[in-house]
């Protein structure tokens, strides 16, 4: 079992936009509102977020599935391939 730290393993990074500070992250499990995530990858990048807001194709939505493409601002620069976890 992974400890609450690292928590489990839901997705990644697949595209980043610098300007507005939005990640586009591909979802393998569910993740809502309120939930907390970490964005781990590189060599200094691991910082956990609550999930204040996501939208997909611009539409705000309050959950999101297994297989949907998410966009939700980050508080710190996330690359491609950057993995995301749920605490």
Known sequence: MPN?????LIGKVVHYFDKIGVAVLKLD???AIGDTIRIEGGK????????ES???????????????EVGMKVKEK????????KL
Not at 78 to 85: F, H, L, Q
């Open 44 to 51: 200094d990048t691991d910082f956990e977020e609550v999930v």
């Open 54 to 68: 996501m939208e997909v194709d611009h539409e705000k939505i309050k959950k999101a599935k297994k297989g949907d």
């Open 78 to 85: 996330v690359r491609e391939g950057y993995k995301v976890y």
């Open 29 to 31: 499990a569910g993740l």
């Open 4 to 8: 609450n730290k690292e928590g489990k």
